[in-house]
């Protein structure tokens, strides 16, 4: 308890915790939107292309501040969204295609500037390198207040377009036939996935960035088939990825807070496909053996109708063998099913049809299982 | 007795936890052009694909030959949909016919002048020998048809599935298709054919088989091909079992079964 309250009482701590929350919150918000409309990598070409923009902010001001650096971080990230958004218009390179090219030039660009501004005076203090990683521990309170005041401006201004978004999103030519101006709100979109990754580029980094944008939705997805619910699930996931990933680095000696952040999304993101209560894959596996298991009874009802109409005698195990390809097992399972749902009398050298499964088979038919 | 090219035996398949095929058993001796016709999502391709051994059905089997599938695949030729093709992939005309030939050439192996008079001669009996060095996206959608018909003339096969063939063709490639079909009849071959077009059902296939999940009917064109098995085919509800008497008159005939046994 003692020690708890220690640790919240020690000032980075508490800048990191803030900052990770405020990350997590915007970024999963934002990311919901980038995954739905299935440009995920998208956040992963932004924030590799913050690199250049943040060397040449350096280079021109000479200065370390790090609103200053964003500034030219924003600038170069959403250079490189136009830039891909005319590769794709104007040639016939696909949206995969492009996005591999600009993050690779510009992050390589980025690279070369920074190996160039490294032998300049005052390098060292400025720190650029924390970009590449993220460095959590160099927050001051000054960065968490201008990254409370940017998550706050995209939060009102995912509220004031949400419907437009949600069209956006899920059908982009239908809101064109309406006369909206689909184009404006993608740029407003995009706008806002290249701040909330400028948010994060001084605690994750240029490379591990766009995690944060994807794991979230992605987890939260899983969970629910609202919009709305899926939105707010995502910026929790990402508060709660952020927070532990900061906890266990703080504890931890010499543990990278980014990539610990990181690490954390994976591990939600991992549970959430696995576990989720209808989408995840355990539930998965399971409902498709039931369904595999009450498509093969109402087969096996049918063929006994089909004796039936015929009227001769048929074993169940006749019945069973010619379907072929059933493990005694599945067998064994099958006869329980049947005889649950009382459709057939079984014995030894006869099966029959009951009442129930003559109803079952003519009235709701053989498919609907 | 004439051999059995494909035998189906109670074949039930899913496709995402649903059925899509029902209980088919099917018989098709070789020497015809058998018509697959049927609604949309009545289970065309997939019984193709099921053939072919692509997806595994979740009971019954399917025997090519007299074998299971994957003993005599060289025996088969398949012709996919042609709006499943990235044609803007840089390939030639004769790079696709010869693409029929290399399970027959081997791993490492590269194609040899006797292989291209082979892919040739292929192209050559659809007309498309002119086209043989043009890339795949400079053809119309009739010939591109017609190079992939080529393809799979190449692998010499006894067994040739197609699925839809004829969609979106000109009359020209139409025509030509035809001949092809009724060519490869003539040599004792079998052909299966997914078609659209019931307008043209008989002029074109000897043998249909009626899909709509379940299979309808299947035979030589003239016993099969009436208002009633169409009607069963296109209109009803593939879950439903319609058969002539209803649900009483099958209860009754279980009370006076359940009755007699008991006297």
């Known amino acids: ?27 999963g918000m934002v990311g919901t939107f980038a995954v739905l409309r299935k440009q995920s990598l998208m956040g992963d070409a932004i924030s590799h292309s913050a690199l250049p923009g943040l060397v040449i902010a350096f280079l021109l001001t000479s200065q370390s501040a790090s609103y200053i650096l964003l500034i030219g971080a924003f600038a170069a990230s959403l250079l490189s969204t136009f830039i891909m958004m005319l590769i794709v218009k104007y040639s016939n390179i696909t949206y995969d295609g492009a996005l591999a090219i600009i993050l690779s030039v510009f992050f390589g660009m980025g690279m070369v500037l920074l190996s160039v501004a490294q032998k300049l005076p005052g390098a060292s203090q400025a720190g650029l390198n924390k970009f590449l990683f993220g460095r959590a521990a160099s927050i001051l309170y000054a960065d968490v207040i201008m990254m409370l005041g940017l998550g706050i401006l995209v939060l009102f201004i995912i509220i004031l377009f949400w419907k437009e978004f949600k069209l956006l999103c899920f059908n982009n030519d239908f809101g064109e036939s309406l006369g ?26 240029v490379i591990l960035m766009s995690v944060m944008i994807i794991a979230p939705p992605v987890a939260a997805r899983q969970w629910t088939n609202k ?8 910026g929790f996931i990402g508060a709660l990825a952020g927070v532990g990933g900061s906890f266990i680095s703080s504890i931890v000696p010499r543990m990278p807070t980014g990539p610990t952040i990181v690490i954390m999304n994976f591990i939600i993101v991992l549970i959430s496909l696995v576990l989720a209560f209808e989408r995840g894959l355990l539930s998965r596996i399971i409902r498709r053996k039931q ?23 048929i074993s169940i195990k006749q019945i069973m063998d010619n379907l072929i390809l059933l493990s005694a097992k599945k067998k064994k399972q099958l006869r329980y099913y049947l005889l649950k749902k009382g459709w057939l009398l079984i014995t030894n050298d006869k099966t029959e049809i009951t009442k129930k499964g003559l109803e079952e088979i003519l009235e709701r038919g053989v498919l609907c299982a | 007795m004439t051999e059995i090219v494909l035998d189906i035996q ?68 398949y012709v996919p949909q042609r709006r499943i093709i990235d044609w803007n992939f840089p390939i030639s005309v004769l790079e696709v016919v010869m693409m029929g030939l290399y399970k027959k050439i081997g791993w490492f192996k590269r194609p040899n002048t ?39 003339l190449v692998q010499e096969a006894d067994l040739y599935i197609m699925d839809e063939p004829l969609q979106g063709v000109d009359a020209v490639t139409e025509k030509a298709i035809i001949a092809l079909l009724n060519e490869l009849k003539k040599q004792g071959k079998t052909v ?14 000897d043998w249909l088989i009626l899909l709509n999940v379940k299979c309808i009917v299947y035979g030589p064109k003239e016993e099969v091909f009436n208002k009633q098995n169409l009607k069963e085919t296109y209109e009803k509800e593939a879950i439903r079992i319609d058969e002539q008497n209803g649900l009483e008159e099958d209860k009754n005939k279980l009370m006076t079964k359940k009755i007699s046994v008991m006297g």
């Open chain 1, 180 to 205: 909206l101006p689909m184009m404006f709100f993608d740029i407003i979109l995009t706008s806002l996935l290249v701040i909330s990754i400028i948010i994060g580029l001084q605690m994750v980094g």
């Open chain 2, 114 to 152: 006797k292989d291209k008079t082979i892919a040739m001669e292929a192209l050559k009996k659809l007309g498309m020998e002119k086209y043989s060095h043009r890339q795949i996206d400079q053809l119309s959608g009739g010939e591109q048809q017609r190079v992939f018909l080529a393809r799979a």
């Open chain 2, 192 to 205: 299966i054919v997914v078609h659209h077009d019931l307008q043209t059902v008989t002029e074109y296939f």
């Open chain 2, 10 to 77: 109670k074949v039930t398949m899913i496709y995402n936890e649903k059925p899509v095929l029902w209980d088919l058993n099917i018989k098709v001796p070789a020497g015809h052009i058998i018509g697959i016709i049927g609604p949309n999502g009545a289970g065309k391709s997939t019984l193709l694909k099921s053939i072919l051994g692509i997806i595994k059905p979740l009971t019954g089997r399917i025997l090519l030959f007299g074998k299971n599938n994957k003993a005599n695949r060289k025996r088969v030729a």
């Open chain 1, 291 to 313: 369904k595999i298991n009450s498509i093969l009874a109402k087969q096996i009802l049918f063929d006994c109708y089909k004796s039936f109409k015929k009227e001769e005698i």
């Open chain 1, 1 to 27: 308890m003692l020690w708890g309250s220690y640790m919240l009482n020690d000032y980075t701590l508490q800048m990191v915790l803030l900052g990770s929350i405020i990350l997590g919150i915007t970024s």
């Open chain 1, 227 to 234: 919009l709305n619910k899926m939105i707010l699930l995502a």
